[in-house]
């Protein structure tokens, strides 16, 4: 049975990665809130009656030291709160590296600070068609399943490019925790649990499971409730967590009804950033420009290294103002596709520099949304929604409408009255169709 309460707590490496979480909750019946900050943790009265309370964060950009330093509060933040499970939400496409968003450091805080006997991580995710197949990972571009290393864009990430797909191999280079492997073949057995139990005999650190598809799923999600940990189980992966739980659960009849979110409608003007070098995301932007979007390309090696956004921002910013006030949607992009990093020498991108991209990106972003009356706004790029939404003097999150796996519409509170009530959406580089900036407008 699932207890009363609050059931699940987590802390997602990036802002985009932290909304697939909660869509996905919210979407199974179970209320869900996200913090951009909970250091004030009496703002947890405002969403009492939420099933589970998550924080949106940044390690995916961040440094193992200051993983060291941050974490621990973090997760000490979220251990308080009492939920069955704490869960540490990595990327579905797992890019790290051992010098900036160490996943392997990330384990071994969570795993000292829970005392957990071992560190279950599901990574494959159906829905967002990733598929982990005796430990390597699986992402589909163009309906074609890439394994990592050979993807056309996360074996090219400009920060973290994923060179090897047995994420076993993977975690090595960033930790000497002992990894086990929970595989197809065991998870299709009909002594699956046994099979487990015969693992963990072995006493591993972490324990990655195979996901391929919805019944190795739902099986995930049965071993990872009924064998969970004691008073709290740490575990690590993308919204495959959720998505083998709440297909677990709803299977046993211990879920409500799925919830159902109306159109959010539509607003006459959106306002869209673009830090992504995705090419899914480079379509989108073609499919808004020749829809009536108004494009304003940025000078990335200016914009990343001005103290603000200075007079370049505000010369982006009066232009953007202009085609709003002429009723047109804007988007600000720094590329289009991979090829945009070119405009910068590799040398100069590091995590600082996309950092400081981010926040002056989030910077325009709040300047538009103060001055132009924005309701609705689209961030586009994982790192970059960490970055730039920081700057937005938004506390809290909850889901508005579910518009494509991984990137709902959320509804922002604020202190401040631009952007209380905003409509946001955080969109990973890979989500989402062509017309998705179309989508976002029309409100589903």
């Known amino acids: 049975m699932i207890p009363p309460g609050r059931i699940l707590s987590f802390y997602g490496d990036d802002f985009s990665g932290s909304t697939d979480v909660m869509e996905v909750l919210a979407i199974n019946g179970l209320e869900t809130v996200l913090f951009l900050d909970l250091s004030d943790e009496a703002r947890l009265a405002q969403f009492q009656h939420c099933r589970a309370v998550g924080i949106a964060g940044k390690s995916r ?10 974490l621990p509060r973090i997760f000490g933040t979220l251990r308080r709160l009492g939920a069955p499970f704490c869960h540490y939400k990595v990327c579905s496409t797992f890019d790290s590296a051992p010098h900036v968003g160490s996943i392997g450091r990330a384990i071994e805080i969570g795993q000292e600070l829970f005392r957990a006997p071992y560190v279950p991580v599901v990574v494959g995710a159906p829905a967002l068609r990733r598929y982990c197949v005796f430990g390597n990972l699986f992402a589909t571009v163009d309906g074609m399943p890439y394994r990592l290393d050979r993807h056309p864009t996360m074996s090219r990430h400009p920060l973290t490019p994923m060179t090897e797909s047995d994420l076993r191999r993977h975690l090595a280079k960033q930790t000497s925790k002992r990894s086990a492997l929970m595989d197809i073949l065991a998870l299709e057995s009909a002594d699956s649990a046994e099979r487990l139990q015969e693992l963990l005999s072995e006493k591993p650190d972490i324990l990655l499971f195979d996901v391929l598809d919805e019944p190795s799923l739902g099986e995930v999600g049965r071993l990872l409730w009924t064998l969970r940990a004691e008073p709290q189980a740490f575990v690590v992966g993308s919204s495959g967590i959720e998505y083998a739980l709440a297909t677990y659960l709803r299977s046993a009849g211990e879920l409500p009804p799925p919830a159902e979110f109306p159109s959010a409608g539509s607003v006459d003007r959106l306002v869209a950033i673009s830090g992504s070098c995705s090419p899914v995301t480079e379509s989108q932007i073609r499919w808004a420009m020749e829809h009536g979007f108004a494009a ?6 200016k914009l990343a290294v001005s103290d603000g956004v200075g007079e370049l921002g505000m010369d982006v910013v009066q232009k953007a103002l202009r085609e709003l006030q002429a009723g047109r ?8 596709g991979p090829h945009g990093t070119n405009l910068v020498p590799s040398d100069r991108r590091d995590s600082v520099f996309h950092q400081r991209l981010g926040e002056s990106l989030g910077t325009l972003l709040r300047a538009l949304v103060q001055q ?3 309701r609705r706004a689209l961030i586009c790029g994982g790192d970059t929604s960490a970055h730039a939404g920081s700057q937005l003097g938004i506390y809290a999150l909850t889901t508005r409408k579910p518009l494509a796996p991984g990137s709902p519409m959320c509804v922002a509170y604020s202190d401040d009255e631009h952007f209380d009530g905003l409509e946001i959406v955080f969109k990973g580089g890979q989500v989402g169709s062509e017309d998705f900036f179309g989508l976002v407008q029309k409100g589903g």
Not at 61 to 70: D, K, L, N
Not at 329 to 336: D, F, I, N
């Open 329 to 336: 949607s804007v988007v600000l992009y720094t590329a289009l």
């Open 296 to 301: 304003v390309g940025l000078d990335v090696a």
């Open 61 to 70: 950009s961040q440094s193992p030291e200051w993983m060291t330093e941050h």
């Open 372 to 374: 132009a009356g924005i």
